[in-house]
């Protein structure tokens, strides 16, 4: 999912009369994406689900097709002002969508759980969850990975402000994050899955920090450059403190 982040400033507009979908999003014909109706994801950290969407499909995950978008200027909502720079999601809606729990998961597509399980590594809480579609098994609701990251602006504030506090999201989820990796081997373990993730987490840990960051893509956000680069560094260190323990 490497492309450039699609503009979007009238989505009060777009979703005025649109019918619900799944989760609470609206379902809505968006231009540009490609699709005949999108759920539209646009929460205040959907950055991160961004890169996890991105990492996904690096790893060999299947996640539903989705355009990475963003507002380069703030515009109002019913639900509140949706700030400069917010980054977010539209996803393809599907017909087919059946919620299926990890073990039922782990017995379809074992390979596939398990390199789930490395994205897990990088999630502050609640995991990712699957569901069945025509694509097939598919990794969704991924905004919870990697540090806490903001990336919109609101009025009063600079760039370098919102900079300085990506930069404080990662110095905390630094301090956090090594409770999250014995955490996933648990539950590799629960699921039988543990040389599955062995080998999931022994391919990630050979992915190097110039690799992540090519894989990162929020162009033209003002602050791609940044998050991509922390981004980049937070899976170096969550894979590589995965593959010591597993003695890979």
């Known amino acids: 999912?490497?492309?450039?982040?699609?503009?979007?400033?009238?989505?009060?507009?777009?979703?005025?009369?649109?019918?619900?979908?799944?989760?609470?999003?609206?379902?809505?014909?968006?231009?540009?994406?490609?699709?005949?109706?999108?759920?539209?994801?646009?929460?205040?950290?959907?950055?991160?689900?961004?890169?996890?969407?991105?990492?996904?499909?690096?790893?060999?995950?299947?996640?539903?097709?989705?355009?990475?978008?963003?507002?380069?200027?703030?515009?109002?909502?019913?639900?509140?002002?949706?700030?400069?720079?917010?980054?977010?999601?539209?996803i393809q809606y599907l017909d087919t969508f059946e919620h299926v729990t990890r073990k039922q998961a782990a017995l379809r597509a074992p390979e596939i759980v398990a390199a789930s399980l490395v994205l897990c590594l990088l999630d502050r809480y609640e995991w990712g969850q699957f569901a069945a579609t025509k694509f097939g098994l598919v990794f969704y609701d991924l905004e919870r990975l990697f540090p806490a990251f903001r990336s919109g602006r609101v009025d009063g504030e600079t760039w370098r402000d919102v900079a300085d506090d990506v930069s404080k999201a990662a110095a905390g989820y630094k301090r956090i994050a090594a409770s999250f990796v014995r955490e996933v081997l648990d539950e590799a373990t629960e699921l039988g899955l543990t040389e599955w993730f062995r080998s999931a987490v022994a391919d990630a840990a050979t992915i190097s920090s110039e690799e992540f960051i090519n894989i990162f893509d929020l162009k033209p956000h003002p602050l791609a450059t940044q998050i991509r680069k922390i981004a980049a560094y937070v899976c170096v260190m969550q894979f590589g403190r995965a593959a010591r323990l597993l003695c890979i």
């Not at 969407?53 to 002002?81: K, M, N, T």
């Open 1 to 90: 999912m490497s492309m450039p982040l699609l503009a979007i400033n009238n989505l009060e507009e777009l979703t005025a009369g649109a019918s619900d979908g799944p989760q609470g999003l609206r379902k809505v014909e968006l231009p540009g994406t490609g699709f005949d109706h999108s759920l539209v994801k646009f929460k205040p950290h959907g950055c991160c689900e961004v890169l996890g969407y991105q990492l996904a499909s690096r790893i060999g995950i299947s996640v539903i097709p989705a355009v990475p978008i963003w507002c380069p200027h703030a515009f109002a909502r019913v639900d509140g002002e949706v700030e400069e720079g917010r980054i977010g999601l539209a």
